[in-house]
């Protein structure tokens, strides 16, 4: 089980300058499913980067909020990043 992702947590990624560094915040879409009042993050949102924007492309197999799988700890971007914070309280699989 990940911590899942809210919006305005960060992650980590070499970015397109190919240099590793953590950035954020992740830009949640979707406003229907919120924990302590902040939106969920699901795949196809949107990451601010140094350089660019960055979009979150893997997420729970199980958990969807209207059909988009949901985003944790660990869960892939675009440009070879990956969410490195979560709401420790919620877990999915």
Known sequence: MKS???NGHTH????????IHK????QAAQTLVKVNGM?????????TCDDTIDTI??????????G??????????????FIDKG???VKVE
Do not use: F
């Not at 980590?12 to 240099?19: A, I, Q, R």
């Not at 939106?39 to 990451?47: E, H, L, M, R, T």
């Open 57 to 66: 492309v893997t997420g729970s197999a199980i958990v969807k909020i209207n």
């Open 87 to 89: 709401e420790s309280l």
């Open 23 to 26: 950035n954020g915040p992740i």
């Open 4 to 6: 899942i992702a809210l």
């Open 39 to 47: 939106p969920v993050a699901v795949v196809g949102d949107k990451i």
């Open 12 to 19: 980590t990624c070499k970015g397109t300058k190919n240099s």
């Open 68 to 81: 988009k799988p949901v985003a944790r700890i660990g869960d892939k971007t675009a440009i070879g990043g």
